[in-house]
């Protein structure tokens, strides 16, 4: 069987924790920040760990991680 690629798009925006858990950043924190609290854009900063729904298709599209 050939090797897998990596989806390189993917590959750049999630990470594997210690724990085998994938990690991401958080969305709406690019533009329009004016309106947004200070407090929402500062819970925007830390990263969150990817729901378990999505974690299936993550493995086709990143299977060396």
């Known amino acids: 069987m050939p090797k897998l690629k990596t989806k390189r798009a993917a590959a750049k ?3 594997k924790t210690a724990s085998g ?3 991401r950043n958080k969305a709406y924190k690019r533009h329009i920040l004016t309106k947004k609290s200070t ?3 500062r819970n925007l900063r830390q990263s969150a760990i990817m ?3 999505n974690v299936k298709n993550m493995k ?3 299977p060396y991680l």
């Open 13 to 15: 925006r999630f990470q």
């Open 21 to 23: 858990l994938l990690k």
């Open 39 to 41: 407090k929402r854009k």
């Open 51 to 53: 729901d378990e729904t």
């Open 60 to 62: 086709k599209v990143l």
